[in-house]
């Protein structure tokens, strides 16, 4: 079974400047996590979507932040424009729908953005 | 507000030896408990899970203990191998499924 792609691995942008990332979750995974993880931190939880319907995204900056998750697949956040405490890496993980939510989610490789 | 805590950073252990990592949350709606692992340069990995309905689970040499009373939980590694060190991270979720992470601790097995 294939695992949670996600890309580009690496990307150093500078401030002001856009990004966008992109994430592909397990096949039939219908709820799918973007979090933000900076060096030193847990990673905290930006956007969260049941398919192609954002269920939390309590903690996405909406005004430099902005994700997406068209056809309820694959994933795209953005940042524009960025600023030097966006850099950190950017995690994607999916997870089965179970009722009762007791279930694992699974990690891409995350992608480690640096703003200078 | 950090609603899973791991306030110790760091644990360093002799090759064989039990490992605890320890996790406290805040939460009362949290009810389902998860402990990832993490090696430099990749994504956590899930280790192993508890519900709010146990006190216990085991899977080979990694049990975690639940104290609902206490909102504490923790890590057992037994017995533990230079191959366990990583970043050890608690999350926590509830019926949306949202799981909220601590900040990790770094686990050392010294050979």
């Known amino acids: 079974e294939a695992g949670v792609a996600q890309s580009p691995r690496y990307k150093i942008i500078e401030k002001r400047q856009s990004v966008a990332f992109w994430c592909n979750p397990i096949s039939g995974h219908a709820t799918l996590y973007w979090y933000q993880q900076i060096l030193g931190q847990g990673p905290k939880l930006l956007i969260q979507?049941?398919?192609?319907?954002?269920?939390?995204d309590s903690q996405l900056p909406k005004d430099r932040f902005s994700a997406e998750r068209l056809k309820g697949v694959d994933s795209t956040l953005k940042i524009q424009p960025a600023k030097l405490e966006d850099s950190a890496v950017y995690l994607c993980a999916s997870s089965p729908w179970l009722a009762d939510g007791n279930t694992e989610a699974f990690f891409g490789q995350g992608t480690r953005l640096t703003v200078v | 507000d950090q609603q899973v805590k791991q306030n110790s950073p760091s644990l360093s252990v002799q090759e064989g030896r039990i490992s605890i990592l320890n996790c406290d949350y805040t939460?009362?709606?949290?009810?389902?408990f998860l402990w990832y692992k993490k090696y430099p340069a990749e994504g956590p990995t899930f280790l192993i899970s508890i519900s709010s309905i146990k006190d216990k689970n085991e899977d080979g040499r990694f049990t975690v203990f639940l104290n609902k009373s206490a909102k504490h939980l923790s890590l057992h590694i037994v017995p533990s191998q230079p191959g366990d060190s990583a970043v050890y991270f608690c999350a926590a979720s509830g019926a949306n499924s949202k799981l909220t992470f601590g900040k990790g601790i770094t686990l050392s097995v010294r050979p």
């Open positions: 979507f049941q398919n192609n319907g954002v269920v939390d």
């Open positions: 939460n009362s709606m949290f009810d389902y």
